[in-house]
């Protein structure tokens, strides 16, 4: 079992940048692909980027230039740096972790996942 905890949201202007944070339970973290998504009002969840066990990462172009996944294995954590922001980056965002994995752009592949944390980013 692990339990997921974002944090970082708020409000931002446009061109400005967020980092979130994804805070994992258990022992088990460095064996786990990690994946964060987006929902905004009447939209499906979106993938904006993953990192494997590894640390490779892949990223949506959407967000490809403007956002970087990391992970730090000894504090269970991995982090979102959002650079650039836009109004349309708007959403809740969350992360994910699929065991065993390496990066999966589809939310069903993902087992665990967080509360989520709102983003707005202004005009």
């Known amino acids: 079992q692990v339990q997921l905890v974002e944090s970082g949201g708020g409000l931002v202007q446009g061109g400005g940048s967020l980092r979130l944070s994804c805070a994992a339970s258990?022992?088990?973290?460095?064996?786990?692909?990690m994946g964060w998504f987006r929902q905004a009002p009447g939209k499906e969840r979106e993938f904006v980027g993953g990192?494997?066990?590894?640390?490779?990462?892949d990223y949506p172009d959407s967000v490809k230039g403007r956002f970087t996944i990391s992970r730090n294995n000894a504090k269970n954590t991995v982090y979102l740096q959002m650079n650039s922001l836009k109004p349309e980056d708007t959403a809740v965002y969350y992360c994910?972790?699929?065991?065993?994995?390496?990066?999966?752009?589809?939310?069903?592949?993902?087992?665990?996942w967080g509360q989520g944390t709102q983003v707005t980013v202004s005009s």
């Open positions: 994910a972790a699929a065991a065993g994995a390496g990066i999966r752009p589809n939310r069903f592949d993902y087992d665990y």
């Open positions: 258990g022992r088990t973290f460095r064996t786990y692909g």
């Open positions: 990192i494997s066990r590894t640390s490779s990462t």
